[in-house]
């Protein structure tokens, strides 16, 4: 069984990267380490690399269409991974989850419709609403058991007159996942007050060894009925840049309306490689997964005692499906422009802001990106621990 390497460093600089090579525009330095942007630092499967290297020796990059063994891939790790038993025509190829979303919302809503989200969250599930007219309502969560937990009462009171839930699961930033249980609560409110629920579920892939990712519309038929769910090969087999994703629909009066905008509007067309890395992926990419999502439970749970030992007053939500920890500095006593200074001028890190997440009750807040190999990692948060 072919092992592999998750140790050795990748210099990035000069590929147009835009978790290293946008940081000295935006800092005006560089001697940053980014622990921001979620894709990770690991090679990109040599499976992946290897489809790809095989169409390029056609000679024609002409129009595509994704062929029966795309479909195929996508299927067969729905059914393995999800249990979603579908089909071709349930599906529908989508060019990145941030622009499934927004076709969602401009197909199925109006302006001045009211989008639920719960915070922190993911930005773009901010400013997509926001962007496109419609009004925001934002449900904070609870942190539980070291877990992101979802306030019931307050989802329940914001839901009303809402048209749309827009779900990070498993939840981004930190990767908590959402057991059945609360799937289900999530689906009896969305179901008895009329919302439409869309689902990324980009990070279900990551879940962790011995850790269960459960797809919003496998567990009731409720929520079935009323869900749109997006995935994607890319954070896990590190593809973001090929921008390939996949909708899933299972009611049928909602998948044509939904499927019917995106094809009239011919806006959610894929491209030659995105289809032949995305079908290497699925179809050959589960040894490989493995190996990876060993690695980074190893990073998790270094990430866990040097916080323990060394930072002792951080607030820590631990990722159990992604690679992205939820990290609260506030008892430092410190600011948070005064933390993101020492972040940058003293760690010479970038993590992302906890603000960008849902705004000033974040402050204190940062996001770490721990795909990366073991010895940046710490290296990473002994730097941290020297500028507190």
């Known amino acids: 069984m072919k092992q592999y390497d998750f140790d050795t460093p990748i210099d990035r600089h000069g590929t147009d990267c835009f978790k290293w090579d946008a940081l000295p525009d935006m800092y005006h330095r560089d001697d940053l380490t980014p622990m921001w942007v979620a894709d990770n630092d690991w090679p990109s499967p040599d499976f992946v690399l290897e489809a790809l290297r095989r169409r390029c020796e056609h000679p024609v990059l002409g129009y595509t269409m994704p062929s029966d063994g795309y479909w195929q891939a996508v299927t067969t790790w729905l059914a393995k991974h999800y249990s979603i038993s579908t089909t071709r025509e349930a599906l529908h190829f989508i060019p990145g989850i941030v622009a499934g979303i927004s ?146 629909v299972g009611d049928e009066a909602l998948r044509k309306r939904f499927y019917g905008w995106l094809d009239a509007l011919g806006v959610a067309g894929g491209n030659i490689f995105a289809f032949a890395a995305a079908e290497a992926a699925f179809g050959q990419g589960e040894e490989w997964q493995r190996q990876m999502l060993d690695y980074l439970q190893g990073n998790v749970l270094v990430l866990g005692r040097f916080l323990q030992e060394r930072l002792t007053e951080v607030r820590a939500v631990l990722p159990e499906a992604s690679y992205l920890a939820w990290l609260d500095f506030s008892a430092y006593g410190l600011t948070h422009k005064e933390l993101a200074d020492r972040f940058i001028n003293r760690a010479h890190v970038v993590m992302n802001d906890g603000v960008t997440f849902g705004g000033s009750q974040y402050e204190g807040c940062f996001r770490l990106n721990i795909g990366c190999p073991r010895a940046q990692l710490l290296d990473v948060l002994e730097r941290i621990a020297a500028a507190l």
């Open 103 to 248: 076709y969602a919302l401009l197909a199925l809503t109006e302006v001045g419709d009211r989008v639920l989200v719960t915070t922190p969250v993911y930005p773009p599930f901010l400013n997509l609403p926001r962007s496109s007219h419609r009004e925001l309502m934002c449900s904070p969560l609870k942190i539980e058991g070291g877990c992101f937990a979802i306030d019931f009462d307050d989802f329940e009171r914001k839901a009303e007159g809402c048209k749309v839930f827009i779900m990070s699961n498993p939840h981004n930033p930190a990767g908590t996942l959402w057991g059945e249980e609360t799937l289900r609560k999530i689906a009896d409110i969305c179901e008895r007050k009329g919302l439409l629920v869309i689902s990324d579920e980009i990070h279900a892939d990551l879940a962790l060894p011995g850790r269960h990712h459960a797809s919003y519309s496998t567990v009731c038929p409720a929520a079935a009925r009323h869900s749109i769910t997006f995935i994607a090969p890319s954070k896990t087999f590190n593809i973001a840049g090929l921008g390939s994703s996949v909708c899933y």
